[in-house]
T-cell receptor, first 112, second 111 residues
Framework: GAGVSQSPRYKVAKRGQDVALRCDPI?????LFWYQQALGQGPEFLTY????????KSGLPSDRFFAERPEGSVSTLKIQRTQQEDSAVYLC??????????FGSGTRLTVV | RKEVEQDPGPFNVPEGATVAFNCTYS??????FFWYRQDCRKEPKLLMS???SGNEDGRFTAQLNRASQYISLLIRDSKLSDSATYLC????????????FGKGTKLSVKP
């Protein structure tokens, strides 16, 4: 596609519910990143894929967070047993060469 | 200490003013540096890369001081459309590494 596509745009989850956030990167982009942006903060790194390999998951805040990119294109970020502190915008970015990251519009998650 | 620190502002300036933002980073081995712009409820977008020699793009000038681990952005002749949050961004690990973002500096340009 022309840009990075994320869905859903908005998600309201009850505390304890599992959620799955989808990222469809720019076609052919090798690198894919997930970031979490809390209100009034800059984006915080969560995890990074190069093709289907998850090379860095050091930013995932707990074992409730899990990301996958099984065929090296679309990626899913899953959050189990959501907590209120998980409320944030989840941003996905892709890159062809490691420079020129393009971000998606994000998924705004609200846990109530 | 946070890896990338910047003054959150807000900076409220009149149209036509010159405004400067500063940023410091903690990892002296950091490889590349950027300024991103983020409009309210939108995704971050690359404004410009930052080089040691300094670089200019129209009304925007970015500077990097590796010895002081300091990055700056200067905006001349501010426009209403410059109102946004400016994020200082560092790539600590070369071309394939993740980006480290500052909290952002909010700029509001008033008529």
């Amino acid at each position: 596609g022309a840009g990075v596509s994320q869905s859903p745009r908005y998600k309201v989850a009850k505390r304890g519910q599992d959620v799955a956030l989808r990222c469809d990167p720019i076609s052919g982009h090798v690198s894919l990143f997930w970031y979490q942006q809390a209100l009034g903060q800059g984006p915080e790194f969560l995890t990074y894929f190069q093709n289907e390999a998850q090379l860095d998951k050091s930013g995932l805040p707990s074992d409730r967070f899990f990301a996958e990119r099984p065929e090296g294109s679309v990626s899913t970020l899953k959050i189990q047993r959501t907590q209120q502190e998980d409320s944030a915008v989840y941003l996905c970015a892709s890159s062809l060469s490691g420079y020129g990251y393009t971000f998606g519009s994000g998924t705004r998650l609200t846990v109530v | 200490r946070k890896e990338v620190e910047q003054d959150p502002g807000p900076f409220n300036v009149p149209e036509g003013a010159t405004v400067a933002f500063n940023c410091t980073y903690s990892n002296s081995a950091s490889q590349s540096f950027f300024w991103y712009r983020q409009d309210c409820r939108k995704e971050p977008k690359l404004l410009m890369s930052v080089y040691s020699s300094g670089n200019e793009d129209g009304r925007f000038t970015a500077q990097l001081n590796r010895a002081s681990q300091y990055i700056s952005l200067l905006i001349r002749d501010s426009k209403l459309s410059d109102s946004a949050t400016y994020l200082c961004v560092v790539n600590p690990g070369g071309s394939q590494g993740n980006l480290i973002f500052g909290k952002g500096t909010k700029l509001s340009v008033k008529p």
